[in-house]
């Protein structure tokens, strides 16, 4: 039931989405214009500084995300389709998995066009020799933002102000995720690419993200009720 | 507890009076010299501001799930106390920084995560200021999330190599520097009680703001 109910939520998503793309295409083009901006701030006499390829990556990620969370839940607000959602008999904890899977799918494509465009622009092409490293610290960063994401973005629906809101209160809460993210990366670009301070950095994200969900997954039920 | 207001905070005031001078008799630091005695006033802070954490996030939690909006005035009023108390241990870390570290600032994992937890509940402050109505649930939240970070903080200088001193620094000082620990017990306590008093003057602040919001709703109604 729990499965299910999420899975119909990101199917849903999914229908929409798919119809329009407004969601994909507009994150997509605002992270690969975040990307282009820090090229033009970082890069000196043609080249950009050795490391920084992994702090524009997790920006790029970050400010995209926050830009999708913002739409998403923006058309949930339509004719109160939250409202609907939200009085249909499943558990509210289902819900909010399902909207958090369509966020990781929204991200994870923008990251596997994000990825190969920093490390083809800044010179980090180190980070494919170490696949599965790269792939646990995407996964580790994304999963802790998404989560705390998808739950403020979620509760803002209905408050006032709520797009200046969602970055003031993501930002705080989800730098933990974005500096263990940018660390491990950054730990991948060494040469050579230093394994153990990236694992620990994993470490650290997989506890984040244990916190972040359980606290989302615990709060959303009473968060959504009015 | 109104009773007991006006002799804790006379009890406070003298505390306050008499710290300066214990701590102007407790002895120097062997390299640090009179630089270190910020100690007595910046780690308290910080423990006046974990304090403060503590009470919102159980505050948050108690009005999130039990929904009782009373508890509610306790979450708003240690979250303003934990923006204060931060201030002034990120306001007294650098003075001695300066001297110690020859720099104001190091991003250094205690230091960057200690500003993160003050912005978050800056943030708390912001959504309930912002937020319009309903927003008390979303900042209860924030004061959830805020909490769960302050363990992470407060351990970040054993877990990574940092510049600032390690949690294992003020017993070290204790017993290193005998003369030092009555001082510093004094200072603790001391904040830890004014961090009570402000809460308790400012729950009564938010309760009476709550009844007069209730009362101006009731009159409308008409």
């Known amino acids: 039931m729990f499965l299910r109910t ?54 790029a990620i970050a400010f995209a995300g926050t830009l999708a969370l913002g739409r998403t839940f923006e058309r949930e607000r339509y004719s109160e389709t939250l409202r609907a959602l939200l009085l249909a008999p499943a558990p509210r904890a289902a819900l909010y998995v399902g909207k958090l899977l369509g966020m990781l799918a929204l991200l994870g494509v923008a990251e596997g066009l994000l990825v190969p465009l920093v490390a083809f622009l ?59 993210g940018v660390r491990g990366t950054a730990a991948l670009l060494a040469s050579p690419a230093d394994e153990v301070t990236a694992t620990m950095w994993i470490g650290i994200l997989f506890a984040f993200d244990v916190v972040f969900v359980t606290l989302s997954l615990w709060t959303f039920e009473p968060l959504m009720t009015e | 507890m109104k009773k007991m207001f006006a002799p804790l905070l006379v009890i406070v005031a003298a505390m306050f009076a008499a710290a300066p001078i214990m701590i102007a008799q407790a002895p120097f630091e062997s390299t640090m010299g009179l630089i270190q005695k910020i100690f007595y006033y910046h780690v308290p802070s910080w423990m006046a501001m974990y304090s403060a954490i503590v009470v919102c996030g159980v505050a948050s939690a108690i009005y999130l799930f039990k929904g009782r909006a009373d508890v509610d005035c306790y979450a708003v009023s240690a979250a303003e106390l934990a923006v204060l108390f931060g201030l002034m241990g990120l306001v007294t870390g650098p003075l001695w920084g300066r001297k110690a ?122």
């Open chain 2, 101 to 222: 570290w020859g720099v104001w600032w190091q991003w250094d994992a205690r230091l960057t995560s200690a500003l993160l937890l003050e912005l978050i509940f800056v943030a708390y402050l912001m959504v309930r200021k912002f937020g319009g109505p309903g927003s008390e649930k979303l900042a209860a939240a924030t004061a959830l999330f805020g909490t769960a970070t302050a363990p992470f903080v407060y351990k970040s200088v054993d877990i990574w190599r940092t510049v600032h001193p390690k949690t294992s620094v003020v017993p070290l000082l204790a017993s290193s520097m005998p003369g030092a620990g009555r001082p510093f017990a004094l200072s603790s306590i001391a904040f830890i009680l004014l961090f009570v008093v402000l809460l308790t003057l400012r729950v009564k602040l938010a309760r009476q703001q709550n009844t007069l919001d209730n009362l101006y709703l009731a009159q409308e109604d008409r």
């Open chain 1, 6 to 59: 999420a899975l119909l939520v990101l199917r849903k998503d999914f229908a929409i989405e798919m119809k329009s793309l407004e969601v994909l295409l507009t994150t997509l083009f605002f992270a690969v214009s975040c990307v282009l901006v820090f090229a033009f701030a970082f890069v000196k006499d043609g080249r950009a500084p050795e490391d920084a390829a992994a702090g524009i990556l997790w920006i």
């Open chain 1, 122 to 180: 800044f010179q980090a092409s180190a980070w494919f020799s170490r696949p599965l490293l790269l792939l646990a610290v995407l996964a580790g960063g994304t999963v802790g933002f998404a989560a705390v994401g998808t739950l403020f973005a979620a509760m803002l629906v209905r408050a006032r102000s709520r797009d200046v809101l969602l970055p003031i209160l993501l930002y705080p809460i989800t730098i933990p995720v974005i500096i263990g």
